[in-house]
């Protein structure tokens, strides 16, 4: 899983708004959401980057706009030194081929009346210069057979295959292009748990054997620290900490960091008793109107008048090693026991 | 849509694609989902498509060989009504005004009308235009709210603002009256006249079915997907979100059909529609209307079949529906 090379995926400053309008038949804009709000990332080959956060702070939209789903507002993403963010249809079409998606919802990302080997050959047919056209029924076998699947049930409908079988089913046909880096949405959140463990390592042993790089968003704490070499943490539309993942679920520098991982369940009741929950006041403020400053310094216990007036940028801090955005980072050592 | 090679007949052994292949046979390959589908099904490792394994499906069902059978025999009285009755009804010697109102017979099978004139004759030569009307305005209905509400679903923006607003304004007009108008400035009552009609005051209701559906198909996850991989308009419309969201439209068109060949029943009972000497179910029905209690059978032929054709479509639209909904096969 050795990360090399220079970064295929670059983001830098990446901001999405979605105006907010009133009015039938004047539009008027009166407020926008900041779904992501300035997220800078790099990606290596064959690296995966896990992005956790809680509902709602911008993980989904943020991978619509590294798949070119969305054009951002502003702000730029560069595949292998590729612009997307401005880029033509044409343009993005021919940069599928590098960056795909795996989605959430095994049940409603297939489509329900198409053959499982139309749904994996679909790929072939929007870019037909990937594969001469009598080799696609074989390379759709060969790739059922990739993932785990009997590629006898070719032409079979997605209702037939259990939660497992679906999700895949989704990871075959991105992978049909042969991209470099697999955009993976909450992939096994809709997942048993014992299903979870079969689909993260599958993923895992694609890795190993394609060399993807993969950008793994989740909020389950511990699927992200599975499969992670790097961790960002997200909170309302910013990233608040970035570093290895050892580092992250260690050595905790961002008191929000340290409040999400204190809130995992811990299996082992040994000291249970004596570990710390930080339990967090209120609700994650709305995005439309955050707060001035540090975002997360309403929920903070360590809020000072600095952090309503500067908004602290995400980088290292004195006494950590890797980088976070706040004013008053500190390893917090009673997370040892997680 | 499927390619019908056999697995591992083309392509050379050092594409990445063969590496991808050879790896998951490895030994590293950890061991199938035990929750596999029960056995090999007959269709497996068979291409397949939608519409072809609908067709499949389709053969074996009851309901639609019934309603298919049904349907030629109707549509064959339609073309050649010569083959069903050797009375002409078109030739008025044919009817006396001694034999009016009489009861079935072995001379009569369904009796006689007010004229005298032979009614199974008369209904079977009345399927053509019953028939043609019902068809053809259920045709053009279909096809042009079903594309314009495709259209105004997927794109939303101005033209579906626009076309929204036109299909309303045709959706204000009251049927009967706005039938009436249309028809007025044509003057002459052919068939024709009335499928238009008919077709531009139903248009709307189609239009509004299909681009709901397509609104609630646009969003969904597969929909997305495609998007990701770069599928281009035409493909997401017409691949993805067409079937999912044709099934509402197939059960509004076999409706739709009964509707037609009733309306144009009671627009030429009002004398706009087709007239005598034309003969139609609908005209036949309102001819016999006022003597009914005298002569059921000049009424009641003509409504059975006319109640006979509409179930064989909606018989057939159900049995479309259900064979392009693979959890239904």
């Known amino acids: ?45 064959g690296e995966t980057l896990g992005i956790v956060g809680e509902s709602g702070c911008g993980k989904s939209t943020l991978a619509k706009l590294l798949m070119g789903l969305e054009r951002p507002t502003s702000g730029s993403v560069r595949i292998k030194g590729r612009e997307i963010a401005d880029a033509k249809e044409s343009e993005l079409k021919r940069v599928r081929r590098t960056i795909q998606l795996v989605m959430q919802d095994p049940y409603t990302s297939l489509n329900p009346r198409m053959t499982v080997g139309d749904i994996v050959g679909e790929p072939y047919e929007i870019h037909p210069e990937a594969a001469p056209k009598g080799d696609r029924r074989r390379r759709v076998q060969a790739l059922l057979e990739l993932v785990g699947l009997n590629p006898d049930h070719i032409s079979r409908y997605p209702h037939q295959f259990s939660g497992g079988q679906r999700q895949r089913i989704g990871i075959a046909r991105g992978l ?61 539309g910013k990233m608040v900490e970035l570093g290895r993942d050892a580092e992250i679920y260690g050595q905790p520098a961002h008191p929000y960091t340290q409040a999400l991982l204190s809130a995992a369940p811990v299996p082992d009741p040994e000291g249970r008793e004596r570990r710390r929950r930080i339990v967090l006041q209120g609700d994650p403020p709305s995005p439309a109107s955050p707060p001035s400053g540090c975002r997360f310094r309403t929920r903070c216990w360590k809020a000072q008048e600095i952090c309503a007036q500067q908004e602290p940028p995400l980088q290292l801090r004195p006494g950590t090693w890797h980088e976070s955005a706040c004013h008053f980072a500190e390893v917090y050592d009673a997370m040892r026991s997680f | ?62 309901l639609f ?40 017979s072995s001379g009569h099978w369904f009796g006689t009308d007010s004229q005298g004139c032979d009614t199974f004759a008369r209904t079977v030569y009345g399927t053509r235009v019953s028939l043609l009307v019902g068809l053809s ?40 009256l706005g039938a009436l108008l249309i028809l007025a400035v044509f003057r002459t009552g052919t068939m024709w006249t009335v499928m238009l009609a008919l077709a531009m005051l139903a248009w709307p209701m189609t239009f509004r079915i299909m681009r709901a559906a397509v609104i609630t198909a646009k969003g969904q996850d597969y929909v997305i997907a495609a998007r990701a991989l770069g599928a281009s308009g035409g493909r997401l419309m017409f691949r993805h979100i067409l079937p999912n969201s044709i099934a509402s439209v197939i059960v509004v068109a076999t409706v739709n059909l009964g509707v037609f060949i009733a309306a144009e029943a009671g627009l030429s009972f009002l004398g706009v529609g087709v007239q005598s000497p034309s003969i139609s179910w609908g005209l036949m029905i309102a001819d016999a209307r006022p003597r009914f209690l005298e002569a059921a059978s000049p009424l009641l032929f003509p409504a059975a079949f006319l109640s006979l054709t509409v179930l064989a479509f909606i018989m057939l639209g159900d049995a479309v529906r259900d064979a392009l909904d693979p959890k239904l096969r």
Not at chain 1, 216 to 230: G, N, P, Q
């Open chain 1, 1 to 45: 899983m050795a990360a090399t090379g220079s970064p295929i995926l670059e983001v830098r400053d990446l901001v999405k708004h979605f105006p907010m309008t009133r009015g039938v038949l004047v539009r008027k804009q009166i407020g926008a959401i900041r779904a992501v709000d300035g997220v800078s990332f790099d990606l290596r080959r």
């Open chain 2, 65 to 104: 060989i019934a309603s298919a059978v049904l349907i030629c025999v109707i549509l064959l009285m339609a073309a050649v009504p010569q083959l069903f009755t050797s009375v002409d009804p078109y030739d008025a010697a044919g009817c006396r005004l001694g034999d009016a109102r009489q009861a079935p």
């Open chain 2, 137 to 176: 305005a259920t045709l053009v209905t279909t096809l042009v709210g079903g594309l314009l509400g495709l259209v105004a679903g997927f794109r939303g923006g101005w033209p579906d603002a626009l076309l929204s607003r036109v299909a309303e304004i045709f959706f204000a007009v009251p049927s009967v």
């Open chain 1, 176 to 236: 049909a292009l042969q991209p470099e880096i697999l955009v993976c949405d909450e992939p096994v959140s809709a997942l048993d748990v014992s299903i979870q463990a079969q689909v993260i390592n599958l993923l895992a042993r694609l890795q190993r054997e394609l060399g993807l790089a993969y950008v793994f968003i989740a909020h389950d704490l511990s699927v992200v620290r599975h499969i992670s070499d790097r961790v960002g943490v997200m909170y309302l």
């Open chain 2, 1 to 62: 849509m499927s390619d019908t090679t056999i697995p591992g007949t083309s392509g050379s052994p050092g594409t990445p694609r063969a590496r991808h292949a050879r790896h998951a046979k490895s030994p590293a390959q950890p061991a199938r989902d035990p929750r596999s589908p029960k056995g090999p099904g007959p269709q497996d490792a068979k291409p397949a498509g939608l519409w072809s394994d609908a067709w499949h499906d389709l053969r074996r069902r009851p």
